[in-house]
């Protein structure tokens, strides 16, 4: 008989079942050795791992013969905006919201299919969205969301043109809107606060001048320190953090000495500023591959010289920040950072990475490091038991060459809670 979650909602139905699954000879990367296992069973129970080799039975539901391939934890992307379903944001929120939430189901799909099994909303999506993928109503990764990014006026989230004197409740609000507007310390409290109650689960501040954002300079510290600091305790108080957006040295080590825990972008930090985020526990998160895509694509997308100039400037100091942020011992995590079709290449990032950093570490931020900033440590991001069985499976060993995950097709199956989500033909 079916519940009557299943008469409401069709999905349910329609899902596949969840069994037991027994997969066979799998070299393990479990989110933190550096090496890949011996090859052993890994056994999945209501949908969570519930044992690994001697301990597992000789036979369940559904057997996997693994053939060699690497059996690693589902991936987490740390940085992506789900509802940005257009190049840019202004574009995204000129359209109806009805609109706006039918096709952010679409980009959460592609995501699952790319092995993606958990995403960080960085603004946007709210907790309506979460539940919509939890209940079975969306097919996609499950969805840690601050709910709308707080910007102050003229800074990275507000995108009223230099003449539109709109007043912010009628530019800044609804399904899908980026950002909140708030100046002052009453504000900014109110804000956090409001976003909580909402759903979210962090708080995300601009803290920094951005690329695409049309009247603030990239070298620009937005919100006062007093600002900051209220965000910061209002974070610690509902036992969470802030992340915020952020490129150039000075507004790093600004945000990092007032409390901010997720540094997002990072890409101008230097030596020493990288030394102070390992002191105080920051965690950078990297998005070189939105800044490459921008670029690649800059006059489609209609950008202006000053923008261009701007991405320019970012995307020139990623490497060198990549590696800087690693010497100084700098938890990384992955974060893509990309709207509208540029979703596409949300696994390029790997191959970026790749470049600078071992391939531990390019792994390592997308499994048990990302867990650690999502604070779901023993939850996703490992193979170990007790964790949520989202698995992929890998065709080669991603720790000799991470550049495999880049490709989607070297997928052969994505499995999120014990249900296979994607499987190659």
């Known amino acids: 008989m079916c519940d009557k979650s299943t008469l409401m909602n069709p999905s349910i139905a329609s899902a596949p079942p969840l069994s037991d699954t027994l997969f066979l000879g799998a070299r393990v990367f479990d989110g933190h050795a550096a090496r890949l296992s011996a090859p052993q069973r890994v056994f999945v129970h209501e949908g969570r791992i519930a044992a690994l080799g001697d301990r597992c039975p000789d036979t369940a539901a559904a057997v996997v013969d693994v053939h060699g391939r690497t059996l690693m934890p589902g991936l987490i992307d740390c ?60 097919r996609g990764p499950r969805i840690l969301t601050c709910g709308r990014v707080l910007s102050q006026s003229g800074g990275h989230g507000d995108f009223r043109g230099r003449y539109d004197a709109r007043y912010q409740s009628l530019c800044c609000s609804g399904f899908g809107r980026l950002a909140r507007l708030c100046d002052g310390v009453p504000d900014v409290r109110r804000a956090c606060r409001e976003e909580l109650k909402a759903g979210a689960r962090f708080i995300k501040l601009m803290a920094n001048g951005g690329c695409t954002s049309p009247t603030d300079p990239i070298e620009g510290l937005q919100y006062s320190r007093e600002e900051i600091l209220a965000a910061v305790e209002e974070a610690q108080m509902a036992k969470t953090y ?28 230097e030596r020493d500023t990288a030394r102070l985020m390992h002191q105080k526990g920051a965690i950078a998160c990297p ?139």
């Open 79 to 138: 940085h992506v905006h789900v509802t940005a379903i257009e190049n840019s944001f202004v574009a995204t929120e000129a359209l109806p919201q009805s609109l706006v939430a039918f096709r952010s189901g679409h980009v959460l799909g592609a995501m699952l299919d790319r092995g993606f099994t958990t995403v960080r909303d960085m603004g946007g999506a709210d907790h309506g969205l979460v539940r919509a993928v939890e209940e079975g109503w969306l």
């Open 242 to 269: 802030v992340a915020a957006h952020l490129y150039t040295d000075e507004a790093i080590r600004r945000a990092v000495e007032l409390g901010v825990v997720s540094v997002e972008h990072c890409n101008l930090v």
């Open 287 to 425: 998005t070189l591959i939105t800044h490459q895509a921008v670029l690649d694509q800059a006059s489609e997308l209609g950008l202006s010289a000053e923008s261009v100039r701007k991405t320019r400037m970012v995307a020139s100091g990623g490497p060198s920040a990549l590696r800087v942020l690693h010497e100084e011992g700098v938890t990384i995590v992955y974060g893509s950072d990309l709207l509208g079709a540029m979703h596409a290449r949300q696994s390029e990032e790997f191959a970026i990475l790749a470049e600078h950093l071992p391939a531990v570490e390019v792994l390592r931020s997308a499994t048990s490091y990302a867990a650690r900033l999502l604070r779901m440590e023993g939850l996703i991001g490992c193979v170990a038991p007790g964790a949520f069985a989202d698995l992929v499976l890998v065709d080669g060993d991603p720790l000799r060459d991470p550049r495999l995950l880049a490709q989607p097709d070297n997928l052969a199956l994505v499995m999120q809670a014990g249900r296979v989500v994607r499987e190659r033909a």
